[in-house]
């Protein structure tokens, strides 16, 4: 049966919490060093060096407590605030803010270095350019609750998309495939017959053919090209790899696929997962790793009231 809107919202959260969490102990492996695709679950098969291996099983890393920050945020304040999202940001980072456990095991170099830019003082803005050159996936994997509770214009989805980027990674790249990530995103929430290529258009429509933004979505995002990916920490490969798995037929195999491409296994799971979620409804992620996800008394309040919000009538 197809989903209907609030399957669809809550498939796409705890789509992309199960990925992430089902990705971690899998982190930093090559694609050749994964077990098949059947044995892939919260705890790998006997005999496999799982990453963070104190972590227990079934635990989201920084991409889905980044997402939950967002979502927190949007929520309390009703639109996108930089400051305040990057004030729960921080705070995740400090002391463990909806982060299972209150434990924080993985941060990325250059959230790292925008974290000690607002430290010191900076605008959450201009956080993000703490490391000018950086192109790494940190605000990709936390951008989808914003497609889900964004109800303006694909224009405003667009500025939103940048500016929550722009509090850690502010390379006009990772802001593009933020922004065509939550097009991509709101058009598989609708049911639209081509959501990536309907979020392609909405670009090219957003940014004339001159722009830099233009410039740079052709030169180096290529969404139409057919590229091989790696599952890694690059933006650009993030993305791909997200479009490639989300071609498969169920959730399950949207996510065992992506951290079959091994490396960045949770981000990779996670991205694609909640565009899965979105997609197939929450009653198509498979009940035991729903049951076994850890810390769902940190979401479930927010979940509800992004469903109020998002399916009034």
């Known amino acids: 049966m197809t989903p209907d ?21 899998y982190e930093f492996h090559p694609a050749e060093e994964i077990p098949p695709y059947n044995a892939i679950e919260f705890m790998p098969p006997s005999g496999f060096a799982r990453a963070h291996a104190g972590t227990a099983p079934g635990t989201w890393s920084d991409d889905g407590a980044q997402a939950l920050c967002l979502l927190d945020s949007l929520l309390q304040c009703d639109r996108l605030d930089p400051e305040d999202l990057m004030q729960r940001l921080f705070d995740w980072y400090e002391s463990g803010y909806l982060a299972v456990g209150g434990v ?39 951008a989808l ?3 889900i509770w964004h109800q303006g214009s694909d224009e405003e989805l667009v500025r939103d998309a940048f500016l929550q980027s722009s ?3 502010g390379h006009l790249r990772v802001r593009l495939c933020c922004a065509l990530y939550c097009l991509w995103a709101r058009a598989v929430l609708r049911d639209a017959a081509e959501p990536w290529l309907q979020a392609i258009e909405s670009i090219r429509r957003i940014f004339p053919a001159a722009s830099p933004e233009r410039e740079e979505f ?6 139409e090209a057919e ?13 791909r790899s997200a479009r490639l798995v989300c071609q498969q037929e169920t959730y ?12 960045d296994t ?28 850890r810390g769902q008394e940190l979401f479930a309040e927010l979940l509800e009231k992004l469903v109020d919000r998002c399916c009034i009538d």
């Open 252 to 263: 399950e195999a949207v996510v065992r696929q992506a951290i079959r491409l091994g490396n």
């Open 218 to 223: 052709e030169a180096h995002i290529r969404p």
């Open 5 to 25: 809107l609030e399957q669809r919202i809550r498939g796409g959260i705890w789509g992309l919490l199960v990925g992430d969490a089902l990705g971690v102990p």
């Open 167 to 169: 509090v850690t990674h």
């Open 104 to 142: 924080v095991f993985d941060v990325g170099v250059q959230t790292g270095q925008a974290f000690a830019a607002f430290r010191s003082g900076t605008a959450a803005v201009d956080c993000g350019g703490a490391l000018p050159e950086g192109k790494g996936n940190g605000s990709l994997m936390r």
């Open 145 to 147: 609750p914003l497609a």
């Open 227 to 239: 590229a091989s990916c790696s599952g890694g920490g690059y933006v650009v490969d993030s993305l």
């Open 266 to 293: 949770d981000t990779s799971a996670c991205i694609a997962g909640g565009v899965a979620g979105l997609q197939f409804g929450i009653d198509a992620i498979p009940a035991h790793w729903r049951a076994k996800l």
